[in-house]
């Protein structure tokens, strides 16, 4: 493929959905003796604003039809864009054939994502599907030896630039970036697209899995200083802190979307409707959770789960924060709250911090609905269906002689939902709905038994309690314990009733530890690895 630096614009097709500033671009184009060729309604806004255009169905000789869904798709169009102005060949087929080069597009697309965003039916959203714009976009870039693709006004406005500073031309270093950038979009569009009609397949076959979307922002760097980074949109909806209104503070991090992300989530796995809650996390990790009636007292409870680790952190909240809530969260370093909303008092509280960054959601995820998450691994990515899995007092087994009284029964559902959260191994210690203890991301489980004391002993000490809060609490593990060891561990530190999976082959060693202990046990027959 032959390259030419420099490319002069002659000719432009012009075509959008979004007309924002529209006419004054496109008055600079004709300015600089620039044929505009538009479609339909874009044509229509060109002329009521007074710029002159060429209709394309006096290029192609066929008019508009299907409800405009074929004006673009024709030779005298796709020949434009895509001919080579240096292959004899080429150049002569546009001779022969009447059709004149197209030397920029500017195409931004049907609104198929707005539709879903919306909350259109299937019907309304294929009728958002553009099929000439991504076929216009893609032969453009294809031929970017000779063509300049825009598909949104920033592009069109780097176009423009360059033109004004090089006697009407664009140079190849610019027509390349837009290509690759033409590319990604149309490949994001289709993904939308893709995930769109995935959710009307009860067990959608995936051949293919595709993600992406725009970038939302640029990131100052990744998880170190060295690493370069952006936060990009995926098809999914779902309310969190990559699409959260940020109402003060410094930029986000790579780090605090992260961690923000994981709090929420959790935040997310208690019905606001019924309890408050609050969660604190550091290192995407949870180091204190706490429900309750009042979220100022849920939020209390979770920072005694262990102060010192909560220095710093991400707090996640269920609900709209109140000025009490506010108030407790100022009266230590935190780097990010996210939260549904806030009150004016709250917000006002919080404005004292100027560092810290507040972020409203405006809805809670729903932590039982469908959807994928992905990993990178090298050379491919990993693809999982969320994990929405719920437990219910119902769907337990008792195991031991001993039953579950109905307090413990109440902390064991509610460390199950934190266990769920926590990097396995994982295990939680948790009394009057609030976490006691976490040890988590060990390769041993007994070691993850033993850090949780520890964090609980710690605990006690900065509260200046008496004795640490796994005496009289109950401990979930997010898989089996595939020996008695950590079960003993459990009780060793006060636990007197164990949450667990079960499926080990030791299974009868674990139950008889713990009859033997005197401890209640229920299997829930679902694990929470999370790595």
Wanted: proline share 4%.
């Amino acid at each position: 493929m032959a390259e030419n630096d420099l490319v002069s614009v002659r000719r432009a097709l012009i075509s959008v959905s979004d007309k924002a500033g529209l006419s004054d671009r496109v008055r600079r184009l004709a300015a600089a003796g620039v044929e505009i060729i538009s479609t339909g309604g874009t044509l229509s806004a060109l002329r009521d604003a007074g710029v002159e255009a060429r209709d394309v169905a006096d290029v192609t000789e066929y008019p508009e039809m299907m409800d405009g869904r074929v004006k673009t798709l024709h030779p005298r169009i796709h020949g434009g864009l895509l001919a080579r102005r240096d292959n004899d060949e080429d150049v002569a087929a546009m001779e022969a054939h009447g059709i004149p080069a197209i030397d920029l597009l500017y195409v931004n697309l049907y609104p198929f994502e707005a539709a879903v965003e919306a909350g259109a039916d299937l019907d309304g959203c294929i009728a958002k599907i553009d099929v000439g714009g991504p076929a216009m976009i893609r032969a453009a870039a294809k031929n970017h030896a000779h063509v300049a693709v825009c598909v949104d006004a920033r592009d069109l406005d780097k176009a423009l630039e360059e033109m004004e500073a090089n006697d009407g031309k664009v140079p190849l270093r610019l027509r390349r970036h837009l290509a690759a950038k033409a590319f990604a979009r149309t490949a994001a569009y289709d993904t939308a697209i893709a995930a769109r009609l995935v959710e009307e397949d009860d067990k959608p076959a995936r051949s293919w899995f595709t993600t992406g979307g725009p970038r939302l922002q640029k990131l100052r760097y990744g998880e170190n200083p060295h690493q370069d980074a952006a936060l990009y949109a995926a098809p999914e909806q779902r309310p969190g802190a990559a699409h959260a209104r940020q109402v003060q503070g410094k930029e986000l991090s790579f780090n605090n979307l992260a961690d923000a992300d994981a709090a929420f989530e959790l935040a997310a796995e208690f019905d606001a409707g019924e309890t408050a809650a609050a969660v604190i996390v550091k290192h995407a990790n949870p180091c204190g959770v706490a429900s309750d009636g009042s979220l100022a007292k849920a939020y209390e409870k979770a920072f005694a789960g262990d102060p010192i680790s909560a220095f710093g952190g991400i707090v996640a909240l269920n609900r709209a924060i109140d000025a009490h809530t506010a108030d407790a969260i100022t009266k230590i370093f935190t780097e990010v709250v996210i939260a549904p909303d806030a009150e004016d008092a709250a917000l006002e509280i919080l404005s004292g911090k100027k560092n810290l960054r507040v972020l409203l959601t405006g809805a809670m995820p729903d932590p039982m609905q469908a959807g994928w998450t992905v990993k990178s691994i090298a050379g491919a990515v990993l693809a999982q269906e969320r994990d929405a899995g719920r437990i219910a007092a119902s769907d337990l087994k008792v195991v031991t002689e001993r039953a579950p009284d109905e307090r413990e029964m109440a902390d064991l559902l509610f460390a199950w939902r934190v266990a769920k959260h926590a990097k396995s191994n994982a295990i939680v210690y948790a009394k009057d709905g609030a976490t006691a203890g976490l040890g988590m991301g060990q390769p041993s489980r007994l070691e993850a038994a033993r850090l949780a004391v520890r964090k609980a002993e710690e605990a006690a000490r900065e509260n200046g309690w008496d004795a640490p809060r796994t005496e009289g609490s109950v401990c979930a593990s997010d898989a089996f314990f595939p020996f008695a060891d950590g079960l003993k561990a459990a009780a060793e530190a006060g636990a007197t009733a164990v949450i667990q999976p079960g499926g080990s082959v030791r299974d009868e060693e674990v139950i008889a530890a713990a009859n033997e202990a005197g401890m209640a046990m229920v299997f829930t027959g679902m694990r929470h690895f999370r790595h």
